[in-house]
Every structure is written in C-alpha cells, then in structure tokens.
C-alpha cells in the first residue's frame, strides 16, 4: 500500500501487526536486568487504626530484600498522592481535600488499601512474606453508601471530617428553577441509582521502577494512558524528582477505560523503591487486587424532577445527586460528578432552567474516578428518565416528547443554562434515522408476537449528548484543572520524506496509529505505510496529556494537523527558493510544491531531502531540517451526541433480560476511519449494556468487604449475551475543531444504558412498573414481577 | 523438575516446580510473552494456547502437564516469515482487535473452535466465545472475523 490514504477511508490497522502475532509489548511482559518483584499486603478490613505493622518476619524470609510500610515513605519524605482538579462549593469554600499516602499511615480506610509493600527476589516469595507481616488492626466500624455516610453518627472516614463530606457543590439558577416548578402543569420525578462499576479493562495493572545511580535517572513503566501527566503528578508532588530525570514509559497497554488516566500509588512506590534499592522494581497486579485498588466508576444517588407544560415542554430541571468518593480523592474524582456532570443536564433538550446539586462523599470503598463516560452517562441517565416518565405520566409518546422539545439543528450554536455552549447537533435528524432503522413502526407486532410466547417485550430509547475532547484550558483552569488540558504533536519528516509523529495522546486499543498515520498522510501527501506514530515515553514525546474524555482525534489531531501547517509552510519557503518563485505563489497540493500556474514543482519527498542536504537552499533565512512541533488548546468543548434504540425481552419466569435489537445513529462529526469509529461504538455501547444488564460493584453494608471481587462475582459482559448491533453515523461536523472532528471513545458508554433501562421499563409497564435501577440482572427483575403481581393481586 | 515437550514446533528442556503455571512458564520462563495474563479466577481466556491440539487456559494448567506433550502459543501462529494464520489474518481485516490484550486468547480458542465446527455459526461462535473476555470490541467484530477466518481456513485445507 504505497499510496496516500486519507480521511474518510478504513484502511486496516497497522498496531494488528504486532498485536495478532502476540508481539506487543505489555508492562508485565518486560523483564529489566537484576529485577525484583513487589507485592502489596492490603487492608482486609474496611476501616481500622494500624496500631502496629511488624515486618520483621517477612523481612527475614527467603528472597525478600525489603518490606516497606507507610511510616518509611513518610520519613523519606514521600508525599501523597495529588488530585489533578479542585472544586468548590456552594458556599466558596475549597473541597476538604485529606492527604492520600501511596501506603496507608495510621488509618486504613477502604479493603484493599495498601499496608506494605514488600520487595523479593520472586514473585511467590514476596507474596509469601507479605503473609508473615503481623499488623494490628483496631477496626473501626465502616460506611460504604452515600445516603449512610451522611447520616449523622455515621463512622467518619477521616477524624477531622465529621460529616464526610467533600464538597457541597451546586450549578445553576436555583430561583429560576423554583419559579418555573411553581408555572408547571406536571412534574415528573424520580429517585434513581447509578450503580458502580468496575471499570476492569483486560490488562491488569503494572508498574516497573528503575533507578540508575550513575546518572540519578529514574524511569517507569505503567500501564498508563498518560505518561506524561504521570511525570508531573508523581515527579513533582510525590517523589520530588525533577522533570528532567524522570522518564515516564506507557507502552503497549490493553485497555484504559479511565481506570489507567490516574496517577497510582503503586508507581510511585516502585519507582521510591527502585531508588532505594538500586536494582528494577517490579509490580503486576492480579485481577483480584485491581478490583480493589483500580479507581471504581460511577456511584450516584439521585432525587431528579422536570417541570413539563401542558403542551409536553420541559420549562425546569431538578438534581440533587449524592456522589461516592470512596475513602481518598482519586486524581480527578471530585471533577467527575460535578464539571463533567452537571453541564450535560440539558441534553438535547431546551430546557430554560436547571438546578443542580452535588454533595461529593467520603465512604469506606476504592476510590471513585472517572470510567468511560465519567458523568455523562449519569446525566444522560438522569434526563433520560425523567423525559421517559413524563412522557408516561402525560400520556404522550416517548419519541413525540423529545422530538418536542429537541433543540432544532437551526439553533445551534446553542447555549444551555448549565455553562456549555453546543456548536453543532442535529438531534433530530439522528432520532428520525435511528428510528426508522430500528423499526420503530413494526415493534408493537413484536410485542404481541412476544406476549404469545409468555415474554415481555419492551422498547426503549435515549439520546444523548456529550462534552468531550478535554478540554479549553482556560474554561478548566477556571472550573478547578490544576493543568492544561491542550495537546502536542511533532511531525517529523526524514530526509528520505518518511514521518514520525510523536504526540501526546496515548494509544491503547483506539487505532490512533491509524487514524493519526492517515491524517499525515492526506495532509503532506506522503504514503501511509511511510508514517508511524510514536507515543507514551516522555523521553521520545515532548510533552502530553495523554488520552481519556475523546479529546485524542479531537485535541491531539487538531494539535497534529497544525503540526503538518508549519511543516507545509517551512517546505513552501524551500520549494519558493528552489523554484525561484515568492512564497506566495507556492502552493501546496497532492504532496507536491508547485509555483501557481506553472508546472514548475518539487515533490515533498525532493523538499524533504533538500532540507537535510541544503545545497540549494535558503540557509541565510532558514534553518535546515524538517520537523516542527504545534500545540493545540481547543476553544470549545466537542458536543457528540445522537439517538440509540433497545429492544429487549423479559422471561417472566426466570427474569432473565435478552437483548433482541440495539440501533445507534451517532453524530461524531468528521469521521477519519469509519472502520475504527464503528469499533469504538461497539465497544462503547457492550459497556454501557454492561451497566444495565450485569455489572455491580457491590460492598457489604456492614464488613465493607467488596462482594464482587472478581469476574466470578462481578459480571462481565459476554460474547453470548450481546445482540448484533446496528449503527449508522448521522454527522454534522463541529464548527470549531480543525477537521471538524467530535471525538467516539464514549458515546456509546453514554447513550446505552438509558436506552436499556428505557426498553426494560417499557416491557414491564403492563404490571404497572414506571423505573428500574441498573443493573437488571434476572434476580433484580423477578424480584419486581413478583412484587408488582403481588401488588396487582392485591388491589 | 524437568519437564521437555514442543513448543510452536521447536523441543524444549526447563526445569520448573511442580506447582508452576504453564501460563508462567510460556511467560516468564521461556519469555513467549504472547499469551497473557487477565485474571486469576480463569474466566478471562486472555491465556489460552494449544496443549496437544486442544485449547486450555494456560493459567489453570500445570506446566508438568505438557511433559511429552506439544504446546502452540500465539506466535506459533504465522509462518516464519510472518505470514500470518488465516484467523490472524481475518481479525486483522475484520477489526478484530482493538488493544490488543484479549487477542491471542481469542485467536487460540477460534482456531479450536473451527477444528471442532468447520463452519460455526453467529451463536455457535458466541456460546464458544464464553470463556474469552474482551473489553474492547463489544465482540461484533470478534465474531465476523471468525466468520471469516473459519471459512479462511476451510479453503486452506
Ligand atoms: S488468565 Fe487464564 S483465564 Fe484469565
Ligand atoms: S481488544 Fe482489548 S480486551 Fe479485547
């Protein structure tokens, strides 16, 4: 395939290569010369006092070479680990921010938080000793929910934070809200859950430290998606390491989710460790320990009202939402229920006043941060409902009343009320598709037909829309970023005309080798098999913020293209002293510099290696070489957004859920590779039908032990149960980013559940059923016939 | 112990305790890092190879169980110049994979599956799929490209 392949085509992946034949390189498949292994020993208990922690026989036993306890990092002077963004509250004040040692200090506040640390020579014998270290817990009595936390007399995770609360944080014109619910001809509400979740992406987590006393070097290796911030989060707060002897690597990594877009006690330690012991520090996680030491998602609870017309027009929204902290603040896990929470409440509706409040929560379980989606979801989830039981309570149709009340595709730009401006969206235009693929018309055949086997059939639908592409650094920074949250990218080009791209973002299963290879290759012409992408060491990438929020293609590629702009400029100039023209007249097209006009020309590939043998060459005006390196901070947020269809069916008798038929017309804008877009929907949306149908981190109320610590107990979605799935693009391109692009990494995470849960209500409504908390798991649903029967009987 | 048995068509010799993993043998021992590691419940297949023809979860397997046996990993797959198996080669062009993690399982139990059923149908290929997790794909294109690597291999026999 020597040839240009650009935008618009589904050239299949070049990261395949490696991946199919079992060649990538994954953090637990890198061995480093005289290397050590670690293993954690973690709190079994939700809440003690470490009254004491002895090590002395760990540290006797074969292999080991140090055992390390939150007391040692303290006395090197280890910080903690730092949160990435502060809110505020209500009342002005900043959140209650507590320290968050990487091994726990005096207390311990969650099953699974780290006690000690423990370096050997093998893995078994680590994991042997870390068993022979006697610690004397005093155990307190633990809180897991929200609603319990903040009781009063409630356990208090941390002793000089009664009430557990973070943050008591609010968006929005309470007043105008009152007002409008005063005007209102009905009110629908709700209480709902959004259940936690577990964000498990396929590798576990792993880290490597290495210290080279020579040249005071450190490095890790993490199963990270952004390297970069890793450096500056633990560099500079953690270890107190400049910059500039720390080199961060994120190679190949299976799977983020967000669950790996937080800087990790673990990597500091092993980095601490390395130093200490001068010889490589391994750590790998086993699955059961990620389930309790990877960031959780999700966790709301939520009262939510809308105030509707008599017409079926949404006038106010109500929230007041309770969100799970877990026992520490996790890198950005304040910012999740707030900033990227409550402005999406609007969705594609105009909805002229919202209120919304937030109380961020301190409980005994892992911390909660961001998992696909981080917030959205649960706003989509929120409005979805509500628009779902008003339509119900009003006697209108569940489409008709969205499509009533849908910002119309001539009001965009459109300014919500909760602080975001949408600049492009066609919502209409996405549920008018989608409903049509979905055969909306014919359901209520299926329905019946359904009804004569014994089973339940129900349809359900959402729409959704979404901030991403993380993020304009000023609007952040004013809303709480403690950084930017702009992108780089280096174009290369190498005598021979080849590109290396090195950029910011992080690969990990999105195709960005692709997808980035064929924006280079379109834009400066050159083949698309002569360009790599290089990513995820901070000693190749000059700087980055890594990948999460869909701000890769959106921010990183913006950030790209202008990276090729300067490097067409650099060759125009070149091409216009070659070519004896003035600058102005050289144009740019199809790889080629040519004089306007004439067919004078030079080939990028002859510009390419003039500029490394500048023989006839501008050498008084121009530097040689050709690379050149942009940054991008994007002006707006991208607004994704769409209409997803589910159709599933209830057995009455075993309450087992099947999902039939799921539809999605989405809007991510200009779309580069179609091919990996449907991809990344697919898996966006199994995730979401994950939430609805199987996925629960569930704690008991009173031990605080995690109940669903492994893929026995927490159910993963299946190849079995999932449907085909039918998907259309309906794109309107963004009005402010360069290519138009909106970003995909998580529509589908946003829009599903709501559909799911639309659909498994709707199939229920004949025994009188108007919500359903997630997950709808057969023992949850047979629970609901069975009492709704029961109900019905009685009356 | 000493165990010796082949590995992707080559002998191999090692000593190994009677309780080592054949996963941390292939892994950590003769570094065919391939086969992967997801959980430690033996759920996630992200380990599966070949042990005497038949697909088994490495990680639940004891290493002494391939003595005198023949073992296939993922890269065992292609050709020595890389050409790639027709299943390599069908999740390549069906956009099979997205990180990468779950693959060579996957590629391992698929290729078993079509010893099994030649010509496996849209449900046949997710109930055998039950033992793989991906998190990635929502398995849509895991089962086309099976689709399309069993009626690959097919042809190539
Ligand atoms: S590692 Fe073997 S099944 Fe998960
Ligand atoms: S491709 Fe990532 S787990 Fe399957």
Known sequence: MSEVIGIGASPKRKEDARFVRGRGTYVADIKRPDMLVGAFLRSPHAHAYLKSVDVSDALAAPGVVAVYTGEDLKKDNVGGLPVGWGISGKDGNPMKEPPHPPIAVGKVRYVGDAVAFVVAETTDQAEAAAELIRVDYDVLPAVVGVVDALRAGAPAVYDDIEDNLCCDWDLGDAAAVEAAFREAAHVASVELVNNRLIGNPLEPRAAIGEYNFATGQYTLWTTSQFPHVVRLLMGEFVLHIPQHKLRVVAPDVGGGFGVKQFHYAEEAIVTWAAGKLGRPVKWVARRSEGFISDAHGRDHVTEAELAVDENGKFLAMRVKTLANMGAYLSTFGPNIPTNLYAPLLSGVYRIPAIYCEVKCVFTNTVPVDAYRGAGRPEATFVVERLVDLAAREMGIDKIDIRRRNMIPKEAYPYQTPVIVEYDSGDPMGCLDRAEELADVAGFEARRAEAAARGKFRGLGVSTYVEACGLAPSRLAIGLGARSGLYESATVRVHPSGAVTVLIGTHNHGQGHETTFAQIVSQQLGVPFQDIDIVFGDTDRVQHGLGTYGSRSLVVGGAALSRAGDKVILKGRKIAAHQLEASVDDIIFENGEFSVAGTDRKKTFKEIAGSAYVPGNYPLETLEPGLEEQAYYDPINFTYPGGAHFAEIEIDPDTGIVTLERYTAVDDVGTIINPMIVEGQLHGGIVQGIGQALFEHGVYDQSSGQLLSGSFMDYCMPRADNMPQIVLEPHSTPCAHTPMGVKGCGECGTIGSPAAVMSAVVDALKPLGVSHVDMPATPNHIWNIIRNSRAQIAAE | ?157
């Open chain 2, 1 to 157: 112990m000493e165990i010796g048995f082949t590995l992707n068509g080559r002998h191999v010799e090692v000593s190994c305790k009677p309780s080592t993993l054949l996963s941390d043998l292939i892994r950590e021992q003769l570094s065919l890092t391939g086969t992967h590691v997801g959980c430690d419940t033996s759920q996630c297949g992200a380990c599966v190879v070949h042990l005497n023809g038949d697909s088994v979860k490495s990680c639940t397997v004891l290493a002494v169980a391939a003595d005198d046996g023949e073992v296939r990993t993922v890269e065992g797959l292609c050709a020595v110049d890389g050409t790639l198996h027709p299943m390599q080669q069908a999740f390549h062009e069906n956009h099979g994979l997205q990180c990468g993690f779950c693959t060579p399982g996957m590629l391992m139990s698929a290729i078993d599956l079509v010893k099994h059923i030649p010509d496996p149908t849209e449900a046949e290929i997710r109930e055998w799929l039950e033992g793989n997790i991906c998190r990635c794909t929502g398995y849509q294109n895991i089962v086309k490209s099976i689709i399309a690597g069993a009626a690959a291999m097919r042809t190539a026999s």
